[in-house]
Every structure is written in C-alpha cells, then in structure tokens.
C-alpha cells in the first residue's frame, strides 16, 4: 500500500538563486512536489542476514548427483547469467564465493531438461562439498553479488546443531 505526501524544496536551483533572498532564515519552502511513499522496500539487504535464499543440503546434493540442485524459488532471472542460453538448457559459468575462506571458485549452472530445477555442478564435490565438510541436513546461504557477479555462499547451520552459525 502507498500513501501520497508533499515534498517540499527549501533550497533554490542556481537560476533561482538571484530572484529568491537565498541564505536568509528562516528558511521558507520555494514549491513542493507530491511523492508516493511505499510502504514496502524495494528490496533492501538486511547487512546481518543477507541470503536471498537458504536451504538444507540433501543427500543428493552431497554425494550422487555431483551437484548443488536448486528449484526455481532459488535462481532468479537478476541473476547477471546469460538466460538465453540456460533457458536452451545450456551450462552457463557461475562464480561462486565461499564467504567464511573468501576464496572464489568457477562452476557452472544449468537447467534441468525434465523439469524447472537448476543445478551447480564441475567440481561441486571437491570445492564445496569435500573441502568444507559439507553433510547432509547442513543448511547453506547463498545471495547473488550484483557488485561481482558472483554466487555468496555460506554454511549457516551444521547438521545436529541446533543454532545457526556466526559469520
């Protein structure tokens, strides 16, 4: 829902400056416009809870399939990807960066061919899974740097702890 305010200038623009007592108190307001204020936010990143999407790791994420399987409700279309090409069901490159050992690592996305899930594969197992322990029931974060064009990724939660982890 919006609501409808003024918006009012006190400070004159450079071509009003000689016709207006610019600098003399109090200030008085030159016009005023009307602005819509939003009540929702145009999504803003909470600094402390950042992940636009968290999920807990299955087994097929850990071990059998070689990949990190996203649903649709994860990948989004602002997304810096070439969608052309995943639409074709094409592997495009992904950069993903693990937060806590700040290192980046290149993988790839592609769209499943049976149905609308994504998937995070080439050397997925060695870079994340066996690198960083991963187990199933692990809950991971993940949010898309617009600043990078990178994939943020986080362990939040170990399987069998029951409160997230700090980072």
């Known amino acids: 829902m919006a609501t409808w305010t003024r918006y009012y200038d006190f400070i004159p623009i450079k071509k009003e400056e000689k016709s207006e007592a610019s600098g003399s108190f109090p200030l008085h307001p030159i016009r005023w416009h009307r602005v819509e204020i939003q009540d ?7 600094l402390l809870n950042p992940w636009e999407f968290k999920k807990v790791l ?3 994420d850990v071990g059998q399939v070689g990949g990190l399987v996203l649903g649709r409700e994860h990948v989004h279309s602002k997304w810096d990807l070439d969608w052309n090409a995943v639409n074709r069901k094409q592997q495009v490159p992904i950069v993903i960066w693990d937060v806590e050992t700040r290192n980046g690592y290149n993988l790839f996305l592609k769209k499943w061919t049976d149905n609308d899930n994504f998937i995070i594969h080439n050397n997925w197992l060695r870079d994340f899974v066996f690198r960083r322990d991963l187990k199933e029931g692990d809950t991971i974060g993940m949010y898309w740097n617009r600043t990078s064009s990178s994939l943020c990724f986080s362990v939040l939660k170990r399987a069998g702890f029951s409160k997230l982890l700090d980072y």
Do not use: F, I, K, Y
């Open 58 to 60: 299955t087994a097929s």
């Open 40 to 46: 929702d936010h145009p999504g803003l990143t909470d």
